[in-house]
């Protein structure tokens, strides 16, 4: 294959894409604005996956590919393809070809683009019919921001980077789990996050989306605490304190109960009063996404029924998901790296099998694995 180099790196990814240049580099890779010369030059992102090191890379790439294959809505980025680069030495290197989109929420913010209240309710339409979607089908993102939502020039907008997301217990309609994993931008963590640390569920994502809606409106991040301690500071100075009896009900952690106790009582206020925004409406939403107790906090469904919605709402686009997403992996300790490479070549292939193209014969990808 021929290889071209972008940021230094070796992109090998057939004839079929005319790769132009590189517009991203994130922690897991780096993607290329490239054409796609067997669909009318259009254009698309490809994504180069850095090399899979562990265990907990491979379920991180094994979780993105699986979710975003898997969803199939407007506002889920969506994988087009993948490209398998295989090496005689070790596992061959991943592109994943999605839409392109030429900025993200977060450009936005920070450029001088003034959005109008049509604007930003537009948005904020897209983002809770994808996230009643993706919930719908028993997954949390858990890193929604600004940075992590692609839009194009006609507003259109949708959720990237899924490799944090999870499936929820739906017996329990919540899920546990070692917090030291828990790597989110703090500025858009739920307060049940931060502060009980145990059990947490859908409402994480309603808070970050609410987090960054605020943004939209003010073009300034809400919550931009420096540290933990002055995080939770802020929670209370912008949204009150919750009663004892309320923090009860989402505080699990005991060391966050003690020093819970030694901050003073502040009477609950509304998110919207600081942030500037002239629609009443969007306010009104505004509030209710940030609501500090998770179980008071509005559901992605009540979102789309709320009247800040009303004259742009289209209930036949409010879907949700029908397939099955299967996740087994994510539950079993004993799952070796090899294990989930071949997963990943497993869910490669689905994508190639759906494209019509050549699968990769995972038997030899494997027994070469284990040779090294
Ligand atoms: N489909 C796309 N179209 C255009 N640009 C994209 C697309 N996907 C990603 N990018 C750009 O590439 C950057 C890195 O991509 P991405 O966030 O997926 O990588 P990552 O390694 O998972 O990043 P992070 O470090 O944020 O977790 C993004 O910040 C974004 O600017």
Known sequence: ???????????????????????GTGAY??????????????????????????VIDAKRILREIKIQRSMNHQNILKIYDIIYDKKTDRFGDIYIVSPYFPVDLDKIIKSSQELTVTQVQFIMYQLCKGLYYLHSSGSIH???KPGNILANEKCEVCYCDFGFARK????????????TEYVVTRYYRAPEIMLSSQQYSKPVDIWSLGCTFAELMSRKTLFNAP????????FFNILGKPSDEELNQFVTNENAHSFLQTL???????ASNSVPYPDPKA????????????????????????????????QAEEITFAGNLECDFENDDSITLNNLKQLILIEINQIKAKNNEAQIIIEEEMKRLNLY
């Open 1 to 23: 294959m021929k290889s071209n180099l972008f940021g230094g790196i070796p992109f090998n990814c057939g004839e079929r894409y005319r790769l132009i240049k590189l517009v």
């Open 29 to 54: 890779g780096s993607v290329v604005l490239s054409f796609d010369q067997q669909n009318q030059n259009m254009k698309v992102a490809i994504k180069k996956l850095n090399q899979i090191e562990d």
């Open 142 to 144: 858990r890193d929604i």
């Open 168 to 179: 929820y217990d739906e017996l329990h309609d919540q899920f546990e789990e070692n917090m």
């Open 227 to 234: 540290n933990y301690i002055q995080m939770i500071k802020m």
């Open 264 to 270: 003073p009582p502040k009477p609950k206020k509304p």
């Open 283 to 314: 306010r009104d939403l505004l509030d209710q996404m940030l609501e500090i107790n998770p179980k008071n906090r509005i559901t992605a469904q009540k979102c789309l029924e709320h009247p800040f919605f009303e004259s742009i709402r289209n």
